[in-house]
């Protein structure tokens, strides 16, 4: 924060209308999103062979007990197998266990002590499943093509149109339960203005996870970060 010879702290932006966002991200946003993707790739090494939905979830409870969190905003997402086609918290993990050639999906949201919410999905494959690695390596292309293009302000619904017509072109079904690609998120509160959906004419301003989940050839795929839709610019945490 800027200060003056006289003692003045003044932001680091003159006014404008519109969103008073500010240009970068808090600090605590950043560091609950770095937990989160440590987190995430905790479940993705734990995520072998004969290792369960619970197995990978215990492993993911760890490494967030050991980077000091002690609760998360809603349940640890585990899908392995046929589960990975469900990305819901109304289903939490079971004893289903990985077999050779198989993917897992894992989606955290830890709560940091200082209250930020983090959100990140990471899946992984394990032997040889071309139809999930290749699934997953086009969806993750597709999602960064369209988010560096994307802008502050934009509306919740275009995002969705951009996003959905680039996932259809490439043969991808939307699998999301409530057909988005995505939601707010804040201190202590997600969804507050709801879902990156086609119905959703709110501009994107601040923090929002997009998370495309998608399936092709039988496989299902997922792929989750936060933007922050910052006052010039939109970039990743």
């Given at each position: 924060?800027?200060?003056?010879?006289?003692?003045?702290?003044?932001?680091?932006?003159?006014?404008?209308?519109?969103?008073?966002?500010?240009?970068?991200?808090?600090?605590?946003?950043?560091?609950?999103?770095?937990?989160?993707?440590?987190?995430?790739?905790?479940?993705?090494?734990?995520?072998?062979?004969?290792?369960?939905?619970i197995d990978i979830l215990i492993a993911v409870s760890t490494c967030l007990a050991d980077l000091n969190v002690a609760d998360v905003w809603t349940i640890t997402n585990v899908g392995v197998g046929a589960n990975a086609h469900t990305c819901f918290p109304t289903q939490g993990p079971s004893g289903l266990a990985m077999v050779e050639n198989d993917l897992a999906m894992i989606d955290v949201h830890p709560i940091t002590p200082d209250g930020f919410w983090g959100d990140c999905t990471r899946c992984t494959v394990i032997g040889d499943n071309p139809a999930a690695r290749d699934g997953l390596r086009d969806l993750t292309h597709i999602y960064k093509e369209v988010m560096v293009r994307a802008?502050?302000?934009?509306?919740?619904?275009?995002?969705?149109?951009?996003?959905?017509?680039?996932?259809?072109?490439?043969?991808?079904?939307?699998?999301?339960?409530l057909e988005n690609i995505g939601h707010s998120l804040s201190p202590g509160a997600a969804y507050l203005n709801e879902f990156i959906d086609a119905n959703n004419h709110t501009p994107m301003w601040g923090a929002w996870a997009v998370e495309p989940f998608a399936a092709r050839d039988g496989a299902a795929v997922k792929v989750e970060d936060l933007f922050w839709f910052g006052r010039d610019e939109c970039i990743m945490i």
């Amino acid at each position: 924060m800027p200060q003056l010879t006289d003692g003045r702290i003044i932001p680091p932006w003159t006014y404008r209308p519109g969103p008073d966002v500010s240009l970068l991200p808090p600090s605590g946003l950043v560091s609950a999103q770095n937990i989160a993707r440590k987190a995430a790739m905790a479940g993705c090494n734990a995520a072998t062979s004969g290792a369960t939905e619970i197995d990978i979830l215990i492993a993911v409870s760890t490494c967030l007990a050991d980077l000091n969190v002690a609760d998360v905003w809603t349940i640890t997402n585990v899908g392995v197998g046929a589960n990975a086609h469900t990305c819901f918290p109304t289903q939490g993990p079971s004893g289903l266990a990985m077999v050779e050639n198989d993917l897992a999906m894992i989606d955290v949201h830890p709560i940091t002590p200082d209250g930020f919410w983090g959100d990140c999905t990471r899946c992984t494959v394990i032997g040889d499943n071309p139809a999930a690695r290749d699934g997953l390596r086009d969806l993750t292309h597709i999602y960064k093509e369209v988010m560096v293009r994307a802008q502050s302000g934009i509306r919740a619904c275009d995002l969705f149109g951009t996003m959905h017509e680039r996932m259809v072109s490439e043969g991808f079904t939307l699998l999301d339960t409530l057909e988005n690609i995505g939601h707010s998120l804040s201190p202590g509160a997600a969804y507050l203005n709801e879902f990156i959906d086609a119905n959703n004419h709110t501009p994107m301003w601040g923090a929002w996870a997009v998370e495309p989940f998608a399936a092709r050839d039988g496989a299902a795929v997922k792929v989750e970060d936060l933007f922050w839709f910052g006052r010039d610019e939109c970039i990743m945490i």
